[in-house]
């Protein structure tokens, strides 16, 4: 047994997680959004939902106090859109070609499992993350989603429901 870093990011890719980005207006009103895989409904009544942001994200400070956001729940098809929000130097402004606007103006990925608009309520320390409360204010999916299958992330990779194991 061991507390090294190594081992502990070991472990927790063992534990299977869905695949979200999460969008904002954004300080000058551009899109702007980042993969997240730490995300968790927290509460029914009220509705509240929780990310948790890297501190080291050039795009936490788009997530100021009472900004709305979006977390997008990806289909197991849009791998490449997590990669495009995830990977470090890439204009997350520039997106719009992902995105449609929500009820409250933030942007909403097209084509997405469903979609939770929030508005932020609470900024919390997580060690190296920044954690996000979120009140719902619209979810968006469609019937025919229902058919669809999640993006999962699992043992450093993505994988559909149904892929076979490594």
Known sequence: MSRAPEYFKGAMSLFSTGVTVVTTPGRDGSGYGVTVSAFASVSLQPQLILICLDNRSSGLEHFEPDCSFAVNLLREDQGEVA????????????????????????????????????????????????????????????????????????????WGINDPSP
Not at 102 to 127: H, N
Request: a negative charge; glycine letters at 10%; hydrophobic letters at 30%.
């Open 83 to 158: 990669d495009y929000f995830a990977t470090t130097g890439t204009d997350r402004t520039q997106a719009c070609k992902f995105y449609r606007s929500g009820d409250s103006g933030t942007p909403l990925l097209i084509d997405s499992l469903a979609c939770i608009e929030c508005a932020l309520t609470e900024r919390f320390p997580g060690g190296d993350h920044t954690i996000l409360l979120g009140e719902v204010t619209e979810v968006h999916f469609e019937e025919s989603t229902q058919e669809q299958r999640p993006l999962v992330y699992f043992r450093g990779r993505y």
